[in-house]
């Protein structure tokens, strides 16, 4: 499997087939005299920023933190627990009981629903 390729990027699914972002980030375990080896993947709006900023991904993770425990960190799911369907990467969690979309719902919460129509 090629990492950049096959995986970043990607769309992620939960247990239940709902859609739970993309594939933001890959975090290897180093280990001595033996290859690299993925140990999670990362899906957060922190993660993207920081591909392209640093800072500005320091600046959103610091905003997010204020809203609430276990945010201000990207979410990390283990390898182990992600498997592919075609060319959907599925998680054997259920993406409510995580920060996957908390962004999302936020957003419409708080502005999506103030737009007539929306």
């Known amino acids: 499997m090629h990492l950049i ?4 990027d990607e769309e992620l699914r ?3 087939g709902e859609h739970a972002g993309r594939i933001d980030g890959i975090v290897l375990e180093l280990r ?3 290859p690299p080896r993925v140990a999670y993947l990362e899906v957060s709006p922190i993660t993207l920023l920081a591909r392209f900023s640093h800072r ?3 600046w959103y993770a610091r905003y997010d933190a204020k809203l609430g ?3 201000g960190v990207p979410f990390r799911i283990p390898w182990s627990r992600v498997t592919r369907q075609g060319p959907i990467l599925e998680m054997d969690i259920d993406v409510r ?3 996957i979309n908390a962004l999302d719902d ?4 708080t502005i999506v629903r103030r737009i007539p129509g929306g």
């Open 5 to 8: 390729a096959d995986v970043l």
């Open 106 to 109: 936020w957003l419409s919460r």
């Open 56 to 58: 500005l991904a320091a």
């Open 97 to 99: 009981a995580t920060p």
């Open 32 to 34: 001595p005299g033996r």
């Open 69 to 71: 425990a276990g945010r």
């Open 14 to 16: 939960d247990s239940r």
